[in-house]
């Protein structure tokens, strides 16, 4: 079973390779996206989404060959034995085993898929964040090794990691939540003094409460557009546009 569900699985490829398809098919320019950043990114979110189902389809479909090949034989002389059966009731219990076995099969495989979706979801958005603001002429950076363990929940920084490490107040600090989750406090950093960090989500829903805790947190949210419409908002200076975001870090 697990040696079916890793070959399977290889047809799903990498995180970089999703991405580069859903560039190469939403061909975009560099003015939309600036005029339109916060749109741009639910579209390449919902694109790669879309992109990532397709192969699990083909895992899927995978699957189901490597599993009937693996028993060829077997399964075929079972299904003339079916056909042959008395009665459609008959035929039903015992064609039933049949997809019963290979849908325990399948059950395994969604855990896998399951674990890789998440693992996917939230990799893909920070590197289509980084993605973008690159292609619109933003300096930024993703922390890694030693400076991405001295900055911990941070994702992105602006304009580079010398100066976020250096002197913190000349940066900007991205965290990226595509979604904001029972766990999404723990998720994200606490803001110290002279520390600008910007939340980035494209999270559908955003409740007064959860707002207000990310003020909490000394935190500047910039959420999908159509959420500003919420007339409380309006009071919130920290609740701002996606599409707002090229401006406020071209300040730096």
Not at 119 to 127: S, Y
Not at 178 to 188: I, M, N, S
């Amino acid at each position: 079973m697990e040696k079916l569900i890793e070959t399977a699985k290889s047809e799903i490829p990498s995180v970089n390779r999703i991405l580069n398809e859903t560039w190469d098919d939403l061909g975009l320019n560099k003015s939309f996206v600036r005029n339109n950043f916060g749109k741009v990114l639910v579209m390449f979110d919902e694109k790669a989404t879309e992109i990532f189902r397709n192969y699990e389809r083909k895992a899927l479909e995978k699957l189901a060959k490597s599993w009937i090949s693996l028993q060829k034989k077997e399964i075929k002389e079972r299904l003339e034995k079916i056909v042959a059966q008395d009665g459609w009731d008959r035929f039903i219990e015992k064609a039933s085993e049949i997809f019963v076995e290979f849908g325990v099969l399948v059950q395994n495989f969604e855990k896998v898929l399951g674990n890789m979706r998440k693992a996917r979801g939230g990799k893909t958005f920070e590197k289509v964040l980084l993605k973008l603001l690159n292609f619109i002429d933003i300096k930024c950076e993703i922390p890694k090794g030693k400076a991405r363990e001295e900055l911990r929940r941070i994702d992105i920084v602006i304009p580079s990691v010398e100066i976020a490490t250096k002197t913190p107040d000349r940066a900007i600090f991205l965290t990226c939540k595509r979604t904001l989750r029972e766990r999404w406090k723990q998720e994200v950093p606490q803001a110290r003094p002279n520390q600008r960090i910007y939340l980035i989500t494209i999270d559908e829903n955003l409740p007064e409460s959860k707002a207000n805790e990310i003020n909490q947190k000394g935190l500047i949210a910039f959420v999908r557009d159509e959420l500003l419409k919420n007339r409380a908002f309006k009071k919130m200076p920290w609740i701002r546009k996606l599409s707002d975001l090229p401006k406020e870090l071209r300040k730096i």
